[in-house]
């Protein structure tokens, strides 16, 4: 019988950004202080820019957090790297760079790993493996996710010896936009499973309870879920027995879930 206090023990707490609440996502700033928050995992969004070099970056625009309204696959990486992603969160951020992948990923401690979430195709994949290899981390501390079925399982094919998840959300209804339909968890398990996949990083938002997370490990799959920056979501989830959390407050939604209870 698995008490909670053993579930919290075994859940992974995954910086969504790094420390995104505190300090500015998808910077090595923010990739430290979530190392710093204690977080067993980071996590990070890379795009290809036009002369094939991987930027560590959210939106495929890099208005949001640098001001610049232009497309990162239309820049050059001396371009991108010349903006302010710091300053959009305060003026103590003032300056910080938008990292490659290489520099995000030399932030991982000994021990720790690094969610690798690829936001823009297969295209992506030789520079990524270039980027792997000389980052030196072992493949237990590198995961892959992503959204685009087809491009999780061409990352398997071609990284077999990293976890590879599947990221999955809501789907959007056929006949109305604004109504969300949630996804059936059986046909999720026979895709992941067809893929040869290790797991679904599922939206927390959908309802996952222990049923849930029993069908998947009973298919020889991990779940994870996301982002999750309330104390009793993140209560329900690990008690429903995921295997991790990603969270914008990795330290203190630890605090936080050891003194709930």
Same mark, same amino acid.
């Given at each position: 019988?698995? @008490?909670?206090?053993?579930?919290?023990?075994?859940?992974?707490?995954?910086? *969504?950004?790094?420390?995104?609440?505190?300090?500015?996502?998808?910077?090595?700033?923010?990739?430290?202080?979530?190392?710093?928050?204690?977080?067993? &995992?980071?996590?990070?969004?890379?795009? =290809?820019?036009?002369?094939?070099?991987?930027?560590?970056?959210?939106?495929?625009?890099?208005?949001?957090?640098?001001?610049?309204?232009?497309?990162? &696959?239309?820049?050059?990486?001396?371009? !991108?790297?010349a !903006?302010?992603?710091?300053?959009?969160?305060?003026?103590?951020?003032?300056?910080?760079?938008?990292?490659?992948?290489?520099?995000?990923? &030399?932030?991982?401690?000994?021990?720790?790993?690094?969610?690798v979430? #690829?936001?823009?195709?297969?295209?992506?994949?030789?520079?990524?493996?270039?980027?792997?290899?000389?980052?030196?981390?072992?493949?237990?501390?590198l995961? !892959?996710?992503?959204?685009?079925?087809?491009?999780?399982?061409?990352?398997?094919?071609?990284?077999?010896? !990293?976890?590879?998840?599947?990221?999955?959300?809501?789907? @959007?209804?056929? *006949?109305?936009?604004?109504?969300?339909?949630?996804?059936?968890?059986?046909?999720?398990?026979?895709?992941?499973? &067809?893929?040869?996949l290790?797991?679904?990083?599922?939206?927390?938002?959908?309802?996952?309870?222990?049923?849930? /997370?029993?069908?998947v490990?009973?298919?020889?799959?991990?779940?994870?879920?996301?982002?999750?920056?309330?104390?009793?979501?993140?209560?329900?989830? #690990?008690?429903?027995? /995921?295997?991790?959390?990603?969270?914008?407050?990795?330290?203190?939604?630890?605090?936080? =879930?050891?003194?709930?209870?």
């Amino acid at each position: 019988m698995f @008490t909670y206090a053993s579930l919290l023990q075994a859940v992974e707490i995954i910086a *969504h950004r790094g420390a995104s609440h505190d300090a500015p996502e998808n910077t090595v700033a923010s990739f430290n202080l979530g190392w710093r928050q204690k977080a067993d &995992a980071g996590e990070l969004d890379i795009h =290809l820019t036009t002369d094939g070099q991987i930027v560590v970056i959210h939106d495929a625009n890099a208005k949001r957090t640098t001001g610049l309204d232009a497309a990162v &696959a239309q820049c050059r990486l001396t371009e !991108l790297r010349a !903006l302010d992603a710091g300053s959009w969160k305060g003026v103590a951020w003032k300056g910080e760079k938008l990292p490659t992948l290489r520099e995000a990923l &030399a932030t991982i401690p000994d021990g720790k790993r690094m969610f690798v979430e #690829i936001k823009c195709g297969p295209k992506v994949l030789p520079a990524l493996r270039s980027d792997l290899k000389a980052s030196g981390k072992k493949p237990e501390q590198l995961v !892959l996710i992503g959204f685009d079925y087809d491009t999780m399982v061409q990352a398997k094919q071609q990284f077999p010896q !990293l976890q590879v998840y599947w990221i999955v959300s809501h789907k @959007t209804d056929k *006949h109305d936009k604004n109504k969300r339909e949630v996804p059936r968890l059986d046909s999720l398990i026979q895709k992941a499973r &067809a893929g040869h996949l290790d797991g679904l990083d599922l939206d927390a938002r959908l309802p996952i309870d222990s049923h849930w /997370v029993s069908q998947v490990k009973a298919a020889g799959l991990r779940l994870y879920v996301w982002t999750v920056d309330d104390v009793a979501v993140a209560s329900r989830l #690990i008690s429903a027995g /995921v295997d991790g959390i990603t969270t914008n407050r990795p330290g203190w939604l630890r605090e936080q =879930l050891c003194t709930d209870r």
